[in-house]
């Protein structure tokens, strides 16, 4: 049951997506917050597939731990879960991303018209630079700015390294810090087709503030309480 419910789901999405992609490309007219709100449509749909079709719910806590204004959301990467779920639940977002997800067909061309943060990760020095000015740029124009600190999906269970992007935009913005912790993995591993039912846990911590701290400092507090939360969801 679990292979046909996942393939159902593979055969539902690879319709869906490229039809809801293309739909995306005419907002190009809109302002940018009017253009993520359109096209953030697609995560709601998937998360309601995801629910519906492999029986996979969410359930969210510390959702009172949101700020109010734009913030930096650093958050565990398991499984592709978490790109649609954040969507839902935190207000208008950009994601920090690899440059080549733009190039995908339908998918990364509407990812392109959310204003992403799109960096060429071999530059270093070169893409920490790009990483500070443009999400500043995206906090003052009213979006959160998502990062996955690990820098890619992890299989459940498994602790990647922290690189300290997100901290450094943190400690140089002066925007809280929202970590974010979820055992999405359980249940979508990575890479994996399998879909297993269930209900992922999404746990929003306390906002860090950066006053008075350095990078690594704030990057150490991320880590240390995502890691100890998802040793309590397991």
């Known amino acids: 049951m679990v292979f046909v419910r996942s393939l159902i789901f593979l055969l539902l999405q690879l319709i869906w997506t490229p039809i809801y992609a293309t739909f995306s490309l005419f907002t190009f007219p809109f302002d940018a917050l009017t253009r993520y709100r359109i096209i953030s449509g697609l995560a709601y749909s998937m998360m309601w597939l995801l629910r519906v079709v492999c029986g996979i719910r969410m359930e969210v806590r510390g959702k009172e731990n949101i700020p109010q204004e734009p913030c930096i959301i650093l958050c565990k990467h398991q499984s592709a879960w978490e790109t649609f779920a954040l969507q839902t639940v935190f207000p208008p977002q950009v994601w920090v991303l690899k440059r080549e997800l733009l190039f995908l067909p339908f998918f990364g061309w509407g990812l392109a018209l959310t204003s992403p943060i799109a960096i060429n990760r071999s530059k270093g020095k070169e893409a920490m630079k790009q990483l500070r000015e443009q999400g500043k740029q995206r906090l003052a124009a009213g979006f959160c700015v998502v990062v996955f600190p690990e820098g890619t999906r992890m299989p459940y269970g498994k602790r990647g390294k922290y690189k300290i992007g997100g ?23 990575r890479q994996s087709f399998l879909k297993y039912p269930g209900t992922v846990i999404m746990s929003i911590g306390k906002p860090i503030n950066p006053k008075g701290l350095k990078a690594d400092e704030i990057n150490r507090q991320v880590e240390d309480w995502i890691e100890t939360e998802i040793g309590k969801l397991n």
Do not use: I
């Not at 901290?167 to 591993?189: D, I, R, T």
């Open 167 to 189: 901290a450094m935009l943190g400690e140089s913005s002066g925007a809280l810090v929202v970590p974010v912790a979820h055992n999405a993995g359980k249940f979508w591993g």
